[in-house]
């Protein structure tokens, strides 16, 4: 496994809200980053060569969508960079369940 100088790397679980998380705080700007619903692992994923917004949306059984409303990089008012997740079916639409993500910048 090789590294690029200045690669940056932050996973973590919160819950899931049914409401928009604001920014989850990875210190930088991601290029890619997944969310995990642990519960039924369905997960969606973007990276920089998709518009912000879009992602890519695997089911459980592996079936791969694309879906035009999904989790973006953000930052909050204080500036803290990372992650906004929305209001999202089959990832943050519960407040039962756990979610992992990473983020890669």
């Known amino acids: 496994m090789s590294s690029a100088t200045g690669a940056r790397y932050a996973a973590g679980q919160v819950k899931a809200t049914n409401a928009e998380l604001k920014v989850l705080t990875v210190g930088f700007t991601p290029k890619k980053f997944r969310v995990v619903n642990l519960t039924n692992q369905i997960q969606v994923e973007w990276n920089s060569g998709l518009p912000v917004g879009t992602n890519l949306k695997r089911i459980a059984d592996g079936t791969l969508s ?40």
């Not at 989790?71 to 639409?93: F, H, M, Q, R, T």
């Open 66 to 105: 694309v879906i035009t409303s999904g989790v973006e990089p953000g930052s909050d008012a204080a500036g803290n960079k990372g992650l906004k997740l929305p209001v999202l079916a089959d990832i943050n639409d519960t407040t039962t369940e756990s979610l992992a993500w990473e983020a890669f910048g």
